[in-house]
């Protein structure tokens, strides 16, 4: 079992920044990769980013690549998503989740286990 509890949503004006983070509890977090999603009202969940177990390999969408940045501390069990020249359309629920099996990075039915999710607003 993997426990999974994002932080660090909140409101922002267009062409600001937040930090979200993911604190893990369970299995040893320096076995599974790590990713984040969003869902938008009306939409469907997305693929945001993912980063490997070690931290050595990192994946993004194109409408986030250049803008955001996944990283991880082991140490801590903490996975990081900085998000820099924040969008309207970057508005959304976002979710961290945990992927168990090394399966796809890019697809949610990959991942195992799933955080509650924050909210990130950003106003225009």
């Known amino acids: 079992q993997v426990q999974l509890v994002e932080s660090g949503g909140g409101l922002v004006q267009a062409g600001g920044s937040l930090r979200l983070s993911c604190a893990a509890s369970?299995?040893?977090?320096?076995?599974?990769?790590m990713g984040w999603f969003r869902q938008a009202p009306g939409k469907e969940r997305e693929f945001v980013a993912a980063?490997?177990?070690?931290?050595?390999?990192?994946y993004y969408a194109d409408s986030v690549k250049g803008r955001f940045t996944i990283s991880r501390d082991n140490a801590k069990n903490t996975v990081y998503l900085q998000m820099n020249s924040l969008k309207p359309e970057d508005t959304a629920v976002y979710y961290c989740a945990a992927d168990l099996r090394g399966g796809s990075y890019y697809y949610k039915d990959e991942y195992d286990y799933w955080g509650q999710g924050t909210q990130v607003t950003v106003s225009s």
């Open positions: 980063i490997s177990w070690s931290g050595g390999s990192t």
């Open positions: 369970g299995r040893t977090f320096s076995s599974y990769a």
